[in-house]
């Protein structure tokens, strides 16, 4: 299980993958909205997203678990 | 005179118009919103109101709540700093309309200015140059795509109604434009409410030169010259010196010209800047866009010619002569602004946080205009701009070592900064030796 972390404080835009879903190395998961800037959060690994963390709205903390791919 | 001024912004700007403001004697209120109530512009107001929550929408970008506080402080004035609403020709009009005065041009000004494509057609109308780029707006990528084979590859994509750097992409190929344009279009339409795109020839080697302007309260226009903005990341600036030691004698004086026609043609009153792009191997210009409002950077024109700006804004929006003789200015010096940005020095990523440690430098030809201090939480709603260290000297290789000495005394602790960028870029070839363009930072940042 990969474990897919905030790296900053930021509000969540965009949730780009769901539940589910088979994701490649380098495919977009989340996009968070900090600073007036988007930052795509990346999965590290193929396989299948087994959870998501979080919602559209929601604010993480760094380090804070966005998504946990299997 | 005005008697009283609400200053419809935050952070380092608010606090800066602010300072001004109690110096001319103008009783001072200040917004704010959740996230920023215990920051110093809030407690250095002699009034402050809350206007809502944390996200923008609902607070800096809430005219309604802003004209409200105005009311219930019986403030006279508003005075928008720069973003937020700063460019809202509809809110100039609310301003206007609710019986107070706006610290800013004309909005019918604004509007001109606002839309980049309407700019564009009215400068090149007045003779100032334009570089080969869309005459309509575009929204779809078809046109786009004949209208990049009509200008030239490579072509700059920007939002029409946009600023900031926000969604502007250069496209070499139809591929690329296909990409960019949809990027572009899609910023645009999230951030200013507009999918409107503007296709312009892309300048290779470029410096970014822009001239501040002062439309005065019997109409003439002055340019307080230039400065260079060449030092930039995603398309904003982190850097900026005046003057520009990339502009000759003879290519500023026709700079400067223009951006006095640029003023003119709109009958333009208070603080403005005309930006443009320096074509670094032809020693050529042409117009991007004119601001219309109070400049980020402001402060190195006021260390050069020691006019306060925001002072002038004040007067002028009063009715009154400015507080020196447009017929005497001169310039002195070399000046240089760094942005200190809540941002790592290497990928620039956001770095939010509490700060811990707060140590400004201070001393001679030093100016910091923060927003921050010991204690404060940096949040992620808003622009990561912590504070500017602002240099002055009596040349510019005297400013580059102020500068170094300064940023090597900043000393912040908490949130993430870039103050260790500044001490590379302050300490690199390309930079010191002045011969740079827009790409310097891509350069000292490979990959």
């Known amino acids: ?46 396989g299948t997203v087994a959870t998501l963390h979080v919602a559209e709205g929601d604010v993480v903390q760094e380090g804070d678990l966005i998504a946990e791919i299997s | 005179m005005l008697d009283s001024v609400l200053v419809a912004n935050r952070g380092e700007i608010a606090r800066r118009v602010l300072r001004t403001a109690r110096r001319m004697g103008i009783r001072t209120v200040a917004v704010y919103s959740d996230a920023d109530a215990d920051l110093p512009y809030v407690r250095e107001a002699d009034q402050a109101v809350r206007i809502g929550p944390a996200q923008p929408a609902r607070s800096y970008l809430d005219a309604a709540a802003i004209i409200e506080a105005a009311g219930r402080t019986g403030a006279a004035a508003v005075h928008p700093g720069y973003g937020f609403l700063a460019e809202n020709a509809d809110f100039a009009r609310q301003v206007i309309a609710a019986g107070l005065t706006w610290v800013g041009p004309d909005p019918a000004a604004i509007e001109e200015m606002g ?21 309509e707006p575009l929204t779809d990528v078809a046109a786009a795509i004949a209208e990049a084979d009509r200008i030239g590859f490579p072509v700059m994509v920007k939002a029409a109604a946009g600023g900031g750097g926000i969604g502007m992409g250069v496209a070499a190929s139809h591929a690329d434009l296909r990409a960019a344009f949809e990027t572009a279009r899609s910023r645009a339409e999230r951030f200013f409410g507009s999918p409107e795109i ?17 439309g005065l309260a019997d109409g003439r226009v002055l340019a307080l010259g230039e400065r260079d903005c060449s030092v930039q990341r ?36 208070g603080a403005g800047t005309v930006e443009c792009l320096v074509d670094t191997d032809a020693g050529s210009f042409v117009f991007l866009e004119m601001n219309t409002r109070l400049q980020v950077e402001h402060p190195v024109t006021e260390l050069v010619t020691g006019i306060d700006l925001v002072e002038q804004q004040f007067l002028i929006a009063a009715g009154e002569p400015p507080s020196f003789d447009p017929a005497a200015v001169s310039s002195t010096g070399h000046a240089l602004e760094l942005r ?17 440690q707060w140590d400004e430098p201070s001393g001679e030809g030093i100016r910091v205009d923060a927003g921050y201090q010991a204690g404060n939480t940096v949040t992620p709603f808003y622009d990561p701009l912590l504070a500017k260290l602002c240099v002055h000297a009596a040349d510019r290789s005297r400013a580059l070592e102020r ?28 930079f010191v030796s002045g011969d740079y363009d827009t790409s310097l930072v891509s350069r000292l940042r490979p990959g």
């Open chain 1, 1 to 46: 299980m990969a474990e897919v972390r905030a790296e900053m404080v930021a509000n969540v835009w965009k949730v780009v993958a769901a539940e589910g879903d088979h994701v490649d190395d380098g495919d977009t998961l989340v996009i968070l909205e900090s600073m007036k800037m988007e930052i795509p959060v990346l999965a590290e690994s193929a």
């Open chain 2, 234 to 269: 995603r398309h904003q600036k982190v850097a900026e010196e005046t003057p520009s030691p990339g502009v000759s004698a003879a290519l500023r004086e026709q700079m400067l010209a223009a951006a006095v026609r640029a003023g003119e043609a709109v009958g333009y009153q």
């Open chain 2, 340 to 356: 200190v940005y809540a941002e790592d020095p290497v990928r620039f990523l956001p770095g939010p946080g509490t700060i811990t």
């Open chain 2, 403 to 430: 500068a170094a000495e300064a940023v090597a005394a900043f000393a912040i602790a908490g949130p993430k900064t870039n103050l260790l960028f500044h001490a590379e870029l302050l300490a690199s070839p390309e």
């Open chain 2, 198 to 214: 503007l296709l312009e020839r892309y300048v290779q080697r470029a410096r970014h030169v822009e001239v501040q302007i002062l």
């Open chain 2, 115 to 135: 839309d980049k494509v309407r700019a564009r057609n009215l400068m090149e109308r007045t003779g100032v140059p334009v570089s080969p780029g869309s005459r």
